[in-house]
């Protein structure tokens, strides 16, 4: 006995020396030590995983067809995220149908929008969803939109006017596309508005996914001629974005936003269009005139100013849990 513990109290001063102040364990930076700056951190690798996504998937047009990319994207993001949470009763699955008819619409015009724009206008077109949400939250609720939002509206359609070369005609049938899908995700984001405040999120956004692969496969067959397997180009985007973005970057989101509240979620997500730019100038060599930087510049600071100033909370929080980006 007399062993085994002049053995222990060895042990603990060797182990006290290993690990004395000058050899301690690493930790974490100060900016990251606490949760809440934590769950910035996350939110904001969010956005730049959602920002980069343009990039990728525009690369990966040239392969696939963009129904076709979508339907597989989305038939791996349902996989993984109904590996974790399997939705259970109808409720869900109607009120899930609902918003997932609106992101299809919305994916499926920006996938099909990227063929004939460039990822930094896809991006930037893209977050006028931010926009578009408080008209027809209004809309639907009868009501005057604010001053703010149809002040930060007007500078954000100046801006695009700007971003696509000011006259109408370089408005070309990829930036027309994705601004039908702003559209298309501000229903969305009317829809969890209503709904998604009823479910669990992972269970409901699986629906969700779930609905747009059903959706896709079909529209695939019908616009492409079939859904062929992707060759081996396609599949490392896919994986990006199917498990990556689709599901990684979407459960980062989920996870900072009940740490740091869904305000502070969705404006740090406004930054979304930002890192499209960033990626687009940075692997496609993308470049923007003077005109179009300021345009872009319009774009960004109309979506924080919606962000910060809508008053529409339940707007907030489902921006704060869309997977429409």
């Known amino acids: 006995m007399r062993?085994?513990?002049?053995r222990r109290l060895s042990l603990q001063a060797w182990?006290?020396?290993?690990?004395?102040?000058?050899?301690?364990?690493?930790?974490?930076p100060v900016v990251f030590q606490s949760r809440e700056s934590r769950a910035v951190g996350a939110i904001i690798a969010a956005a730049f995983l959602f920002g980069a996504t343009f990039v990728v998937v525009k690369s990966a047009l040239d392969s696939i067809g963009p129904l076709s990319f979508v339907a597989w994207r989305f038939l791996i993001g349902s996989?993984?995220?109904g590996a974790l949470a399997i939705p259970r009763g109808q409720p869900i699955w109607r009120h899930g149908a609902l918003a997932g008819v609106a992101l299809f619409t919305g994916y499926a015009?920006?996938?099909?929008g990227l063929q004939f724009t460039t990822a930094t206008n896809s991006a930037l077109i893209t977050g006028l969803y931010v926009i578009?949400?408080?008209?027809?939250?209004?809309?639907?609720?009868?009501?005057a939109p604010s001053t703010w939002v149809v002040g930060a509206a007007a500078l954000a359609f100046g801006g695009v006017f700007l971003l696509t070369g000011i006259d109408a005609e370089n408005l070309g049938p990829g930036d027309l596309l994705t601004v039908g899908c702003a559209l298309a995700f501000a229903f969305h984001i009317v829809a969890l508005a209503r709904y998604a405040h009823r479910h669990p999120v992972v269970p409901f956004t699986t629906v969700q996914l779930v609905v747009t692969t059903v959706l896709a496969f079909p529209a695939a067959l019908i616009f492409e001629g079939g859904v062929a397997l992707p060759d081996r180009s396609v599949w490392g985007?896919?994986?990006i974005t199917g498990i990556g973005v689709t599901a990684g970057a979407f459960l980062l989101q989920i996870w900072a936003q009940t740490v740091v509240g869904a305000t502070t979620a969705a404006v740090v997500l406004a930054a979304e269009p930002a890192?499209?730019?960033?990626?687009?100038?940075?692997v496609l060599g993308e470049?923007?005139?003077?005109?179009?930087?300021?345009?872009?510049?319009?774009?960004v600071i109309a979506i924080y100013l919606v962000v910060t100033r809508q008053k529409d909370q339940a707007s907030r929080d489902a921006e704060a849990v869309t997977p429409a980006h």
């Open 79 to 81: 996989l993984v995220l």
């Open 237 to 239: 985007a896919l994986a």
């Open 287 to 299: 470049r923007l005139t003077p005109a179009g930087w300021l345009g872009a510049a319009f774009v």
């Open 15 to 28: 182990t006290r020396h290993s690990i004395g102040t000058d050899r301690r364990l690493p930790t974490l």
């Open 275 to 282: 890192f499209g730019v960033a990626a687009g100038w940075v």
């Open 109 to 112: 015009l920006q996938t099909a």
């Open 3 to 6: 062993s085994v513990l002049i």
């Open 132 to 143: 578009f949400t408080p008209f027809l939250a209004a809309l639907f609720a009868r009501r």
